[in-house]
């Protein structure tokens, strides 16, 4: 499996960036898509996942109303539209996948893409 995010980039507060995850190398129903990621100094946490299969989606209460993570089957894509973005939404987003269905937050990910840097200036 191969994970491969892109998008990220420098924006102002209150502006919008979208991710795309681009997944290779398996067929995805009955797996779980996420975006997680990494600020300085802090651990990795959860943003939001999607079942590839049905596309049910969970989000973490920081990013509730502002993101939105989307699956495109044709194009074997995730992604992650942010709008409204804060300052400390400035980290590292990484795509990352795993089965089976999870719901809610996940503890683990089976298969993680290299990172994508998001910095949102003030």
């Known amino acids: 499996v191969q994970l491969q995010a892109s998008g990220g980039g420098l924006v102002q507060a209150g502006g919008s960036l979208r991710l795309s995850c681009a997944a290779s190398?398996?067929?995805?129903?009955?797996?779980?898509m996420g975006w997680f990621r990494q600020a300085p100094g802090k651990e990795r946490e959860f943003v939001a996942t999607i079942w590839w299969s049905g596309g049910v989606t969970y989000y973490a209460d920081s990013v509730k109303g502002r993101f939105t993570i989307s699956r495109d089957i044709a194009e074997n894509t995730v992604r992650l539209q942010m709008s409204r973005l804060k300052p400390e939404d400035t980290a590292i987003y990484y795509c990352?996948?795993?089965?089976?269905?999870?719901?809610?937050?996940?503890?683990?990910?089976?298969?993680w893409g290299k990172g994508t840097q998001v910095t949102v200036s003030s």
């Open positions: 190398g398996r067929t995805f129903s009955g797996y779980t």
């Open positions: 990352a996948a795993a089965s089976p269905l999870i719901a809610g937050p996940p503890r683990g990910m089976d298969y």
